[in-house]
């Protein structure tokens, strides 16, 4: 539901720009028909929206040849997570965590890349008491499941790669 809608508002962004989506095999033929459903409600080329077979939890996202994918990307939306309250943590350290470094260093590989979008969540609030505002992720708080924990944990991932210098 996420990715279509983003996939949606990018294009209709001035300059046609074209939109590449990691999607994980199993999923490939309802992206297939997603992104058809798409292009014709948008009433663009179905050629702005691409498909690419990848795995955020693999070095490389999985790809054939990350490098040359990483050619040309100027931004980068990053919402891919598991997010069953009920996880396993280490499934959930595994694609929360582990996928969002390997995105973040598919990232650094970008050298044209003028933004990286990270979709969280209020919940690496975790148990926090009070007011939690954006600047506030690291306040010693609890989780209640391992999916809070491991988005939390993600989100510190990110901030570290902003602090050093990823737009």
């Known amino acids: 539901f996420l990715g279509s809608e983003l996939v949606r508002r990018i294009l209709r962004r001035p300059g046609d720009p ?6 994980q095999d199993k999923f490939a033929d309802l992206a297939r ?13 179905k050629s702005r929206i691409e498909l690419v077979a990848g795995d ?13 994918a990483a050619r040309g990307v100027t ?3 990053h919402l891919a ?10 499934v959930a350290l595994k694609v929360n965590v ?25 919940y690496v609030s975790g148990r926090w008491a009070g007011i939690f505002r954006e600047d506030d ?9 391992h999916y ?12 570290r790669r902003m602090d050093g210098g990823m737009p």
């Open 75 to 77: 931004e980068i939306f």
């Open 33 to 45: 028909e997603r992104a058809a459903e798409i292009a014709a409600a948008e009433k663009v080329a």
């Open 81 to 90: 997570a598991v997010y069953d309250l009920s996880v396993r943590r280490d």
């Open 98 to 122: 582990e996928g969002t470094r390997n995105v973040l260093d598919f990232a650094a590989a970008c050298s044209g890349l003028d933004r990286f979008q990270y979709v969280s969540t209020c």
């Open 18 to 23: 074209k939109v590449v989506c990691l999607v």
């Open 137 to 145: 992720l690291e306040k010693g708080q609890c989780f209640n499941n």
């Open 56 to 68: 955020i939890t693999r070095s490389g996202l999985g790809l054939e040849d990350a490098r040359a």
């Open 148 to 159: 809070e924990e491991t988005k939390y944990l993600a989100e510190i991932e990110v901030r």
